[in-house]
């Protein structure tokens, strides 16, 4: 062996870490997209429903007062089901999401519908936030994570952008939302092709899990004592 070579090891587990990180801008790109494409068409499918613009900020609150309380329970519901099922879970709830807002567009749907989809996309999104900071602490070093995070903060800048194009050349609100539909389709599906990229089985034993309102107890504990 040569005195500068790296090991084979080292390098096998370098080049898993480059392709969980490459997988996670390319996941975080197409999920900021979503984001963004969500963020349009609320105001659009409010009014088209309503004929109202001050309904929207009852549809606003209905639709982040929820996904506040994720943000405080999230990461009790990610220990109690694991990242890799949480993530497959976020994601096929925000394509179900999409799917109700599709049907607001086509004129099938209701205030209610769409205010329920919109939540229910927040709530989502929230569990997405929580899975990517983390995914961050995962897969960079201690050192490099402020280069994660502006590698994510990048593609988020990227998603908007690519939003914003297609909200210009589609114009209408239901091309938009099957454009979001397909956009959280492939999100979906690309998560669970890489699932084992992002979260690799542990070969040691899964300890025996905390009841969940025993867990969220704990964490409003540690909250609170700061």
Not at 130 to 153: D, M, Q, Y
Not at 170 to 178: D, F, M, R
Not at 188 to 209: F, I, M, N, S, V
């Amino acid at each position: 062996m040569m005195p500068n070579s790296t090991p084979l090891s080292i390098q096998s587990g370098e080049a898993k870490r480059d392709e969980a990180q490459t997988t996670l801008v390319v996941l975080r790109t197409l999920s900021y997209s979503g984001v963004q494409l969500n963020a349009l068409l609320f105001p659009f499918l409010v009014y088209q429903l309503s004929s109202s613009v001050s309904l929207a900020g009852l549809a606003l609150l209905a639709e982040w007062i929820p996904k506040f309380g994720l943000y405080l329970i999230g990461g009790s519901l990610m220990q109690r089901f694991g990242q890799s099922n949480a993530h497959l879970m976020l994601e096929a709830g925000r394509l179900l999401a999409v799917a109700g807002l599709l049907a607001c567009a086509s004129g099938h749907g209701s205030l209610w519908l769409l205010a329920a989809c919109s939540a229910l996309y927040q709530c989502c999104n929230a569990l997405s936030n929580i899975l990517f900071e983390n995914s961050v602490t995962r897969w960079w070093h201690v050192g490099g994570r402020s280069h994660g995070h502006a590698r994510l903060l990048k593609a988020d800048q990227i998603g908007c952008m690519l939003t914003l194009l297609a909200g210009i050349a589609l114009k209408s609100p239901v091309v938009l939302a099957g454009a979001g539909f397909c956009t959280q389709g492939i999100l979906l599906l690309g998560t669970w092709l890489k699932r084992r990229t992002l979260y690799p089985p542990t070969e040691t034993a899964a300890p025996q899990p905390t009841p969940l309102a025993r867990q969220i107890a704990c964490d409003a504990r540690a909250a609170a004592q700061g």
